[in-house]
């Protein structure tokens, strides 16, 4: 059973910073991409970056290039997401994604487990 657990929401003002951190457990990862997605309320989900987790390849959606960076660790099975000079834009839920596939893809739908979320918030 695939399990992926978030941490690291929280509370920041516009221009501050925040790292999300995402623990996989339930199967050996080196074969899938890992991505995070967020929703903002009375919107709908939407691709913030992606990682393959063989090689490290990365992708992110326009908006946030240049100010959040995608890693993993190998050891601890854990991906991250450092966000930095925060919008109040970039406010929503943060998910943790898996896709089986090692065909980086944005697409919602492809990624096969999800996270429960967690809330980020961007005051101006």
């Known amino acids: 059973q695939v399990q992926l657990v978030e941490s690291g929401g929280g509370l920041v003002q516009a221009g501050g910073s925040l790292r999300l951190s995402c623990a996989a457990s339930g199967r050996t990862f080196n074969r899938c991409t890992m991505g995070w997605f967020r929703q903002a309320a009375g919107k709908e989900r939407e691709f913030v970056a992606a990682i393959r987790w063989s090689g490290g390849r990365t992708y992110y959606t326009d908006s946030v290039k240049g100010r959040f960076t995608i890693s993993r660790d190998n050891a601890k099975n854990t991906v991250y997401l450092q966000m930095n000079s925060l919008k109040p834009e970039d406010t929503a839920i943060y998910y943790c994604?898996?896709?089986?596939?090692?065909?980086?893809?944005?697409?919602?739908?492809?990624?096969?487990?999800w996270g429960q979320g967690t809330q980020v918030t961007v005051s101006s």
């Open positions: 994604a898996v896709d089986m596939s090692m065909v980086v893809r944005t697409a919602p739908a492809n990624y096969d487990y």
